[in-house]
C-alpha cells in the first residue's frame, strides 16, 4: 500500500514569491496534519484536517493557509516567502481524528527560499 | 519552558550497548506520548508509543512513562550502528486536545561499531 505521499520533494523559491505543497494520504485516512521541520527542530504543529474541517491552527501567521478536497488530500499554500520559510514541510495523515490515531509521515518537501 | 525538552546531544554509545534516551514535558494533561525515529534527510518514523505509566516493550525497544514526574524515556538495547539517527519524543493532548503533536527538539544517537 502506498504511503503518504508529499509533492514536490524539492523546491526552490525567492522571497516574496508563493508556494502550494500537496499532499495525498495513506487510502481511507481522512485526518491530515502539516508540520514544518526547520534544519536541527523538532517539527511544528501548522494545521490539522479532518473530514475537509480546519481542526487546529498553529501558531503560525496568516500567510500559511490550507485547505482538504472531498478525496481527502490537502493543500499547503505559503504567500510571500521569507528566507525564514526555508524548511522541511511534512505532511501526516491518520485513520481517524489523531488523537484517536496514530500519524504516518510522509517524506516531505524541502522547501528553500533565497 | 519549553513544552517538550531533549537533550539534543549527541549521544554516543557502543555496538551492543544500551542508549537511554530521555524527554520531559510540561503540559500535565498530556495523554499520548511517541518516540519518532528520524535518519538525516528523511521523514519521522514511528517506533513506539505509551499511554499510561509503566513500560512498554516492543523488540530492542523499551518506552517508559512516569506521569507524576512528567517524563518519558527510550532504551535501546543491542544498540546497532543502523540505529543512529535522531530520536523525537512527541507529545499529545493536554490543554489544546486538537491531537497536535507537540515535538522536542531531538536527540542524536551515534552507535559506534
Known amino acids: 500500500d502506498a504511503g503518504v505521499t508529499q509533492s514536490p520533494t524539492h523546491l526552490i523559491k525567492t522571497r516574496g514569491q508563493h508556494v502550494t505543497l500537496r499532499c495525498s494520504p495513506i487510502?481511507?485516512?481522512?485526518?491530515v496534519s502539516w508540520y514544518q521541520q526547520v534544519l536541527g527542530q523538532g517539527p511544528q504543529f501548522i494545521f490539522q484536517y479532518y473530514e475537509k474541517e480546519e481542526r487546529g491552527r498553529g501558531n503560525f501567521p496568516d500567510r500559511f493557509s490550507a485547505r482538504q478536497f472531498p478525496n481527502y488530500s490537502s493543500e499547503l499554500n505559503v504567500n510571500a516567502l521569507l528566507l525564514g520559510d526555508s524548511a522541511l514541510y511534512l505532511c501526516?495523515?491518520?485513520?481517524?481524528?489523531?488523537?484517536?490515531?496514530?500519524?504516518?509521515f510522509g517524506n516531505g518537501t524541502r522547501l528553500t527560499v533565497t | 519552558q519549553k513544552e517538550v525538552e531533549q537533550n539534543s546531544g549527541p549521544l554516543s554509545v557502543p555496538e551492543g550497548a544500551i542508549a537511554s534516551l530521555n524527554c520531559t514535558y510540561s503540559d500535565r494533561g498530556s495523554q499520548s506520548f511517541f518516540w519518532y525515529r528520524q535518519y538525516s534527510g528523511k521523514s519521522p518514523e514511528l517506533i513506539m508509543s505509551?499511554?499510561?505509566?509503566g513500560d512498554k516493550e516492543d523488540g530492542r525497544f523499551t518506552a517508559q512513562l512516569n506521569k507524576a514526574s512528567q517524563y518519558v524515556s527510550l532504551l535501546i538495547r543491542d544498540s546497532q550502528p543502523s540505529d543512529s539517527a535522531t530520536y523525537l519524543c512527541?507529545?499529545?493532548?493536554?490543554?489544546?486536545?486538537?491531537?497536535?503533536?507537540?515535538f522536542g527538539q531531538g536527540t542524536t544517537l551515534q552507535v559506534k561499531p
Open positions: 505509551i499511554y499510561s505509566n
Open positions: 512527541a507529545v499529545q493532548g493536554g490543554s489544546s486536545n486538537t491531537g497536535k503533536l507537540i
Open positions: 487510502s481511507g485516512h481522512k485526518s
Open positions: 501526516a495523515s491518520s485513520f481517524a481524528t489523531p488523537e484517536n490515531s496514530p500519524l504516518h
